[in-house]
């Protein structure tokens, strides 16, 4: 265990060097286009928050939870055998998978997360922008049930953060599918279609390691040759200031939470899917000025740059 995680703190250097030399390979050799703003904008998100958020702002909204959790647990499962390992791997990737999926249809989670879908291209320095409130979010909960059955916290987010760093090779578009494997594993061709904005196949293919989830909870899409994949939000974020990309989405949510008419709405604005908007009954006529209604109208439903919704075309928001 202590191996894994010294090889977990060097990690990080030997990604972005292997990301520095795809940018170099795909710009000087085969003379494609590479946006270097934006592998310096997710350069410095990744190092700030593993130098300065992680290290000086480390609070986590879930730790109570998880130490109760482990205080109260069922069982106690040693991890000396082949097995108990086995499901470790397989119990994190499903924990991944709902951490995912909520990321992408619960605002409050989408905030954070909406970071790592804001590149517009898909390369392995996109891998490595994931925002610098992740912790606040508590997005730990999603691993306390595991916890809860007798998995040693430190090992569970070990396993997380080794599902993480498989996840570096799937950011590319030059690794075509791979045969077989595109039946049991996340592949570069599956998270391609994550991570494309397109509406047929957006909020697709959660899976970490495995794809298998996806087959069995009905969020699997295939990459088709017919329909080349859009990157991005749905909404393009062209900004590649680090400081915009970290928080734009959060900015929008506190603005639709200032426009909340009840507690109701507010409460919706923070657990219902990015798109969500509150229902405008027709208004009298107002001020021609006015940007947000159309006289006589009900008020429209307005995109946020972060639209992204399950495949259709009026949305908002690794």
Same mark, same amino acid.
């Given at each position: ?9 060097? !990690? ?33 998100? !990744? ?24 205080? %109260? ?26 951490? %995912? ?25 996109? !891998? ?16 306390? /049930?595991?916890?809860?059955? @007798?998995?040693? *916290? @430190? $090992? ?19 690794? $075509?599918?791979? @045969? ?14 994550? %991570? ?31 329909? /080349?994949? =859009? ?29 909340? =008419?009840?507690? =109701? ?12 908007? $509150? ?13 947000? %209604? ?5 008020? *429209? ?11 259709? $075309?009026? =949305?908002?928001? /690794?």
């Amino acid at each position: 265990m202590r191996q894994l995680v010294q090889m977990l703190q060097f !990690a990080l250097p030997v990604v972005i060097a292997i990301a520095t030399l795809e940018g170099f390979v795909l710009a000087v050799v085969m003379r494609r286009s590479y946006n270097w703003r934006a592998y310096f904008a997710s350069l410095a998100d !990744a190092l700030g928050r593993q130098y300065i958020i992680l290290t000086f702002l480390s609070l986590s909204l879930a730790a109570p939870a998880i130490g109760f959790a482990w205080s %109260h647990r069922l069982f106690t499962v040693p991890l000396d055998t082949v097995v108990a390992v086995a499901v470790l791997v397989i119990g994190q990737d499903f924990s991944y998978y709902w951490f %995912h999926r909520c990321s992408h249809r619960v605002r409050w989670f989408w905030a954070t997360h909406a970071v790592h879908h804001s590149s517009n291209e898909l390369n392995f320095a996109a !891998a490595y922008r994931f925002g610098w409130t992740g912790r606040l979010t508590g997005v730990g909960i999603f691993y306390v /049930p595991m916890i809860w059955l @007798g998995f040693e *916290p @430190g $090992p569970v987010f070990i396993a997380s953060a080794l599902g993480l760093l498989y996840q570096f090779w799937l950011h590319t578009e030059w690794i $075509p599918k791979l @045969g077989w494997l595109e039946y049991l594993l996340n592949t570069p061709s599956h998270h391609r279609v994550h %991570h494309a904005a397109n509406p047929e196949y957006i909020d697709r293919n959660y899976g970490g390691i495995f794809i298998v989830f996806d087959r069995l909870f009905g969020t699997f899409a295939v990459e088709r040759d017919d329909l /080349p994949c =859009r990157y991005g939000l749905v909404t393009p974020l062209r900004s590649n200031n680090p400081i915009i990309i970290a928080f734009h989405e959060w900015a929008a949510l506190a603005r639709d939470l200032w426009r909340a =008419r009840s507690w =109701r709405e507010r409460l919706a604005c923070l657990i219902a899917p990015p798109n969500w908007r $509150p229902a405008r009954p027709s208004v009298a006529p107002l001020a021609a000025d006015d940007p947000d %209604h159309a006289v006589g109208t009900a008020a *429209p439903r307005r995109e946020t740059a972060t639209a992204r919704i399950e495949g259709k $075309p009026a =949305r908002a928001g /690794p």
